[in-house]
């Protein structure tokens, strides 16, 4: 989808202050946060609710301390997430290399987590569009043609601000090269794994994370090269038998294992935070930057950044002012370009059975080695 005048002469066209696009983490963390500085937003979500997404579904130390300043910490809790405290690095060869963590992450499926920030929105008083559509946005105007999809009809809502969260940059904020690999995930249970530890496995050319979420389940993500998938003609369970054969202790813990939930695949994005966003127009989470999903850190980053945002907007109406764009662009480099470019060494180094069979070595060699591997993560 691309950004183009939406022209409509429906009579219902309503005046907004705030259009949020997206009701994923960053884009509800937008919407409450707003909401509750008593400006009206109107959030537009696809999807029914609850959903599951293709997720390495851990809440980063980022995403727990951004719940925590919205009152929203103990509603998560609720869900059940499992307390992660250490992470793995696992070679090839089952050589394994345990770190603990500096600071706490919660293993929590994005049926749970997305499901209930949407209900604190609803609550926060955000108008919920949903199942609804972005079709179009004309940037200029600060208009959104939103089409009803149980009814088909196409509305207009006019904003002071838009808001862009719908991933990947979908609605035409900028042009991104795509990544030759996919991100591909499903839920498994009785799995033999710690259950307060990340475990990332080695492989030849990509690798698999593995954590623990609420109900005694276990959410694998992987990044896969695509010609991999074409290779099995896009049997994904065939796909993931060939996995655990290249990897000696990722086998073994899904000895007795089982798949409860279908695969789910899409592209894995990477791109950096976009020099130049259109007038009154601003993309967070996954639709201002993505990175290497191998450190669990793209939702509390996707958080973080719709709550900065979320402020700027709040000062800009406040004091009739327009957002300082180019320091919201900072504060978002900020958070993403260290991790990103890191994270990108880090999956290198993990896609390398040599290069991982190393890394395990020294970490478990050398003592102080060991908090310093966790810097590619972002945990420091």
């Known amino acids: 989808m691309t950004i183009v005048p939406a022209i409509s002469t429906d009579p219902r066209t309503t005046d907004r202050r705030i259009i949020v696009v997206g009701a994923g983490p960053a884009g509800c963390i937008a919407a409450i946060s707003l909401a509750r500085q008593g400006h009206r937003v109107a959030l537009i979500e696809q999807h029914r609710f609850p959903r599951d997404k293709v997720c390495g579904e851990c809440l980063s130390a980022v995403a727990i301390e951004t719940l925590a300043r919205l009152d929203l910490k103990t509603a998560v809790h609720k869900l059940n997430p499992m307390p992660l405290t250490r992470c793995e690095l696992i070679a090839p060869s089952g050589a394994v290399a345990t770190i603990d963590l500096p600071l706490p992450m919660w293993g929590l499926s994005r049926f749970a987590l997305d499901a209930a920030l949407l209900e604190a929105a609803r609550q926060a008083g955000a108008e919920i569009h949903q199942p609804a559509r972005c079709e179009s946005i004309d940037s200029k105007t600060t208009t959104v043609a939103i089409r009803d999809l149980p009814t088909n009809a196409i509305r207009t809502i006019r904003a002071r601000y838009i808001l862009i ?3 990947k940059a979908a ?8 990544t030759t690999d996919l991100g591909i995930k499903a839920h498994f249970q009785n799995v033999r794994s710690p259950t307060d530890t990340i475990s990332l496995f080695s492989l030849p ?26 290779s099995v003609q896009g049997n994904l369970d065939a796909l993931f038998d ?29 791109f950096p935070v976009s020099a130049d966003w259109p007038e009154n127009v601003i993309p967070i989470g996954n639709a201002a930057a993505a990175l290497e999903p191998i450190g669990g850190e793209g939702m509390g980053l996707a958080m973080r950044s719709a709550e900065l945002a979320a402020a700027a907007v709040d000062t800009a109406l406040r004091e009739g002012q327009p957002i300082d764009t180019a320091a919201l662009r900072r504060d978002f480099n900020k958070l993403w370009k260290p ?30 080695l060991a908090r310093p591997a966790l810097i590619p993560l972002g945990k420091l």
């Open 242 to 270: 060939s996995i655990l054969n290249q990897n000696i202790e990722l086998a073994r813990r899904f000895r007795s294992a089982s798949r409860i939930s279908d695969w789910l695949a899409s592209p894995l994005p990477r």
């Open 205 to 230: 050319g990509h690798y698999v994370g593995l954590a623990p979420i609420e109900q005694s389940h276990w959410n694998v993500a992987m990044s896969v090269p695509a010609e991999h998938v074409r």
């Open 165 to 167: 969260a719908d991933g």
């Open 171 to 178: 609605c035409g904020l900028a042009h991104h090269e795509p």
């Open 339 to 368: 991790r990103r470019l890191a994270a990108r060494a880090t999956a290198m180094l993990m896609s390398s059975p040599r290069c991982a069979e190393v890394l395990v070595h020294a970490i478990n060699s050398i003592e102080s």
